[in-house]
């Protein structure tokens, strides 16, 4: 078929940003220094030798390796390169490589050489597991092997990691690494709607339904439609971990009294044994700490979840572009009390970031829209409609409605209606379907 012999495949490159544990800052600081030295060095010889700069950029490593370190036929006959590396500790071999491919990097942009980040050669790190990772550092004397846990999202296991870049901040170390995922088809959305004769649009209410999606046609007649539930599982789940974790707080404070009353009695009797004290304390706070992740996880595992049901209905649609609002920069929910959301609660962003990196491995698609007045206006005909819950009148500020009615008469799920609104912008740039 034409459009099968259409996909491309190929891959794409995700960055991901994790924190590293703060451990031996001051040796991340001298490694630091040492790299912006040496990418200096090397950045000084080609401003002066700017013609240099023509040759690939493979080509380029070797001769400047010639240019500044020499070769072992040249050290025989007692040549000396032309910019020796003097001055400097002994610089390992993929450190050097880095520094000089920064240095190349650099020059061409004709940019400076003001805190460069240190991108990260095999050589310069290892056992690079999905907790941790082992850093070479100079310590200002020698080089040493460092492991430095991190934390932040995780990365997944089907992505090829590629040099990995240190970024040093005030008091904060991060690892930025790259990601090259495999897309099964790379086209554009443009190039897509040339062929494609349908479209999923996704809308993200509150409450128990966390996602809607309707499948509308090219001209926005609506095809299919399927809600994606598991808020109100999700709230109760949240409520749970609440209570315990409240409960756990109201006996740490109870335990606390009656420390500072065992303190008393110490003087009298061989009661107050301070270890177990201090292990009771250590224990809840740790416990505290677990739950408090529990909510944090919880969070993550719905936004996982609804993004896996919305990817499976699509590929059971065939549908090869999604559709959602642009939340990035649009709207600050916590500002917005009409909105009646609840920023923790409310898992939108999430699962679109989720939705994002999951389709594109499928080979499917997702582009947004503009999220202005798609759930305030009729999909139908374009006037302001008004919300409403089951058994009560339509009001105008009745925001938090499922259902909604307009002044011409069409009614029906909000959610859908947002859904629909959300396809229909997107479609209104694509009128016509290329022959
Ligand atoms: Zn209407």
Request: aromatic fraction near 12%; hydrophobic fraction near 40%.
């Given at each position: 078929m034409e459009q099968k012999s259409k996909n491309r495949t190929g891959n794409k490159i995700l960055t991901y940003r994790v924190r590293l544990y703060d451990r031996h800052f001051s040796w991340l600081k001298a490694t630091k220094e040492l790299y912006t030295q040496v990418v200096q060095h090397f950045f000084h010889v080609l401003q002066q030798?700017?013609?240099?700069?023509?040759?690939?950029?493979?080509?380029?490593?070797r001769t400047l390796e010639i240019r500044c370190i020499g070769t072992k036929e040249m050290k025989a006959a007692g040549i000396r390169p032309d910019y020796p590396l003097t001055g400097f500790p002994k610089i390992p071999l993929y450190f050097r490589r880095s520094a000089i491919n920064t240095a190349v990097d650099l020059a061409r942009k004709k940019a400076g050489t003001v805190n460069p980040h240190i991108t990260l050669y095999k050589g310069m790190y290892q056992n690079?597991?999905?907790?941790?990772?082992?850093?070479?550092?100079?310590?200002?004397?020698?080089?040493?092997?460092?492991?430095?846990?991190f934390t932040g999202r995780s990365l997944p296991p089907e992505a090829e990691r590629l040099s990995p870049m240190l970024v040093l901040e005030k008091r904060t170390a991060w690892l930025e690494v790259p990601l090259s995922f495999e897309v099964q088809d790379i086209r554009t959305v443009k190039e897509r709607m040339e062929t494609e004769e349908r479209?999923?649009?996704?809308?993200?209410?509150?409450h128990d339904v966390l996602?809607?999606?309707?499948?509308?046609?090219?001209?926005?007649?609506?095809?299919?439609?399927?809600?994606?539930?598991?808020?109100?599982?999700?709230?109760?789940?949240r409520r749970k971990l609440s209570a315990r974790i409240h409960t756990s707080e109201e006996s740490r404070g109870m335990e606390e009294r009656r420390n500072r009353s065992d303190v008393r009695m110490e003087t009298v009797s061989d009661c107050g044994d301070g270890s177990n004290i201090t292990g009771t304390k250590e224990n809840s706070a740790k416990e505290n700490a677990a739950l408090y992740a529990g909510i944090h996880d919880l969070n993550r595992y719905y936004a996982h979840r609804v993004s896996r049901q919305i990817l499976a209905f699509c590929q059971q649609q065939n549908i090869k572009i999604i559709v959602v609002p642009n939340y990035e920069n649009a709207?600050?929910?916590?500002?917005k009390q009409y909105l009646k959301t609840d920023g923790y609660r409310w898992l939108g962003r999430s699962i679109i970031k989720n939705l994002k990196y999951k389709a594109f491995q499928q080979g499917i698609l997702v582009t947004s829209v503009r999220p202005y007045h798609i759930s305030d206006c009729c999909s139908e005909c374009g006037e302001k409609i008004r919300k409403y819950n089951e058994g009560h009148t339509a009001g105008k500020k009745y925001y938090g409605g499922k259902l909604f009615l307009c002044p011409n008469g069409h009614k029906g799920n909000a959610a859908f209606n947002t859904a629909r609104n959300v396809g229909k912008s997107f479609l209104g740039y694509f009128p016509e379907k290329r022959s």
């Open positions: 030798e700017e013609e240099l700069l023509k040759e690939s950029d493979f080509s380029l490593l690079f597991t999905d907790t941790t990772i082992e850093l070479k550092l100079f310590n200002g004397e020698k080089w040493v092997w460092v492991t430095y846990p479209i999923c649009a996704v809308s993200f209410p509150d996602a809607a999606a309707v499948i509308l046609s090219r001209t926005g007649e609506e095809l299919e439609q399927k809600v994606f539930r598991g808020g109100n599982e999700k709230e109760d789940q709207l600050d929910f916590r500002d």
